[in-house]
Structures are given as structure tokens and as C-alpha cells.
């Protein structure tokens, strides 16, 4: 009785993170647009800088030479031209706007930037969706907290052993 008990408390507590899934991609999603944007506008700048030079962005980091200033400076503007290009490939993959377990489990890595996560979760505003997607997630949770209550009871037995009755 007790053990169906955990069990139940654990599907309850996985389907309640499950239900958060939706929302917290979406707003990743919004936040992952205005990176795009931000690089985009910054990269553009560069861009324009290396046309009054006469070159192309890539040809003019690459012939900035110098002190440890233009090295450094050099190494920002190519991090940040590689970041716009990743972040821009992830903001694809994701903008479908199908927030259900089978499009976004595919995509986990594309949720991995530092910053973003970061401002993600200091704003992240709890929602339960109760769409298609959203009773996805809660079924998903669900099931984990059961599977992580049935492994719990099986190592726990394992390692205690059971009571036999006498």
C-alpha cells in the first residue's frame, strides 16, 4: 500500500515538471529570437566596418593583426559570427511551434546555450498547458516518476532485502 503510494506521489511530481516542458520551450524559443536578432544586428555592424574596407567580414578578421587588443578583438568577432550561425540553426530547428515530446526530444542539444538557459529559467513563468502537446508531457512525466519509483523499490529491495513473513 505504502510503496503504491510513492509510487503515485512520484507520477504526480513527473507529471507536474512533464506539463512544464511546453512552456519552458516556448520561452526559450522567445528568447532564443531575440539572441538571433541581437547577433544579427551586431554581425551586420562588423560587416558594414569590413565593407569600408573594401572586404568581405571573413577576409578583414582575418587580416586584423596586432597587439593582444586586435587579437582579442579578432577572437570576439569570430565567436560571435559562430554563435549567430549555431544559434540561427537551433532557432530553425525548434520554430515549429510543435511543443509535443516527439518533436522536441530529438532537438535536447538545441536548448543548450549557456545564456540563454540562464535567462530562461530566471524568468521562466509555470504554466500547464492542456493542449495535445502539454497532455503529452504530463502522460511523459508521468510515466518517468513511476519508472524512477519502480527502480527506487527495486534497488531498495536489493539492498535491504525483504521482509519474509514468519
Known amino acids: 500500500m505504502f510503496g503504491r503510494l510513492i509510487a503515485y506521489g512520484f507520477a504526480?511530481?513527473?507529471a507536474?515538471?512533464?506539463?512544464?516542458a511546453p512552456a519552458y520551450a516556448q520561452q526559450y524559443v522567445q528568447r532564443l529570437g531575440g539572441a538571433v536578432a541581437e547577433l544579427e544586428r551586431s554581425v551586420a555592424e562588423y560587416e558594414a566596418l569590413a565593407a569600408r574596407q573594401g572586404q568581405t567580414l571573413q577576409a578583414w578578421v582575418g587580416s586584423m593583426q596586432g597587439n593582444a587588443p586586435v587579437a582579442d578583438m579578432k577572437t570576439a568577432i569570430a565567436g560571435q559570427v559562430?554563435?549567430?550561425a549555431q544559434l540561427k540553426a537551433d532557432l530553425a530547428a525548434l520554430s515549429?511551434?510543435?511543443?509535443?515530446?516527439q518533436a522536441l526530444l530529438p532537438h535536447l542539444a538545441r536548448f543548450g546555450d549557456p545564456g540563454i538557459q540562464e535567462g530562461t529559467w530566471e524568468s521562466f513563468q509555470p504554466g500547464m498547458q492542456f493542449t495535445a502537446a502539454g497532455l503529452m508531457w504530463i502522460g511523459l512525466g508521468a510515466a518517468t516518476g513511476l519508472?524512477?519509483?519502480?527502480?527506487?523499490?527495486?534497488?531498495g529491495a536489493r539492498l535491504f532485502g525483504r521482509r519474509r513473513p514468519a
Open 12 to 14: 504526480g511530481g513527473g
Open 96 to 101: 515549429s511551434g510543435d511543443w509535443s515530446p
Open 16 to 20: 507536474a515538471a512533464g506539463s512544464q
Open 82 to 84: 559562430a554563435r549567430l
Open 147 to 155: 519508472l524512477l519509483a519502480a527502480v527506487l523499490r527495486a534497488l
